[in-house]
């Protein structure tokens, strides 16, 4: 409900506030087509750290929290990585930057994504989640940690006109479910292989 809600009535205005604001000096103005986007690379890095240690810790017979960390961890942020992309090719999102140049009421081009139709939900967002929700459940004194580094990451998001707030938001809910959906996946494995 909050994605439709803040689509229809938000994504719009808040944007062209926060062009009109950039335009004014009002906030900071970064150029978000120069920055690269490492996500890609981002994720396959810190999937291989997490399935290392964990893969480590097996070896050594070290089955604890640290372990099962990261092999929800190690799960959940290639999997968000993937769904983020299957989820963009569906939707086809109008770019926030292209929706500012062109303006055109409809944008959303379904099943057409990729390129300049690619924002919604946002896979920055989707994949972060999915790590901050595996540390939020696992390290519950990170909390504030985690949810200040989502926050901040979110303002980030809307604030360059990189995506809207309901691409934000989206990318959040994918992020919380998917990470969601490998622990209870993991915990029926679990008590599948203790029955057996």
């Not at 519950?140 to 990451?153: D, E, F, Q």
């Not at 309901?166 to 029955?195: C, E, H, P, Q, W």
Request: net charge positive; hydrophobic share 55%; charged share 10%.
């Amino acid at each position: 409900m909050a994605i439709l809600v803040t689509w229809r009535f938000l994504d719009q205005w808040v944007a062209l506030t926060v062009l009109k604001l950039l335009r004014s000096g009002k906030l900071l103005h970064v150029n978000v087509a120069q920055i690269p986007d490492v996500l890609f690379l981002l994720v396959c890095v810190g999937s291989a750290i997490l399935w290392g240690v964990y893969l480590f810790l097996t070896f050594r017979g070290i089955a604890n929290q640290r372990s099962r960390f990261c092999q929800i961890a190690g799960c959940a942020v290639p999997l968000s990585f993937f769904m983020k992309w299957v989820s963009k090719a569906v939707f086809g999102r109008t770019n926030t930057q292209v929706w500012l140049s062109n303006r055109v009421g409809d944008n959303f081009h379904w099943f057409q994504g990729g390129g300049d139709y690619s924002s919604f939900p946002s896979g920055h967002m989707a994949v972060f989640t999915a790590f901050f929700g595996a540390v939020w459940l696992f390290y519950p004194r990170y909390r504030a940690l985690c949810a200040g580094c989502l926050l901040i990451l979110a303002v980030a998001l809307v604030a360059t006109n990189h995506h809207f707030p309901s691409d934000v938001i989206a990318g959040a809910y994918l992020g919380v479910a998917v990470t969601g959906l490998v622990m209870i996946l993991f915990r029926k494995t679990d008590s599948g292989l203790l029955n057996s």
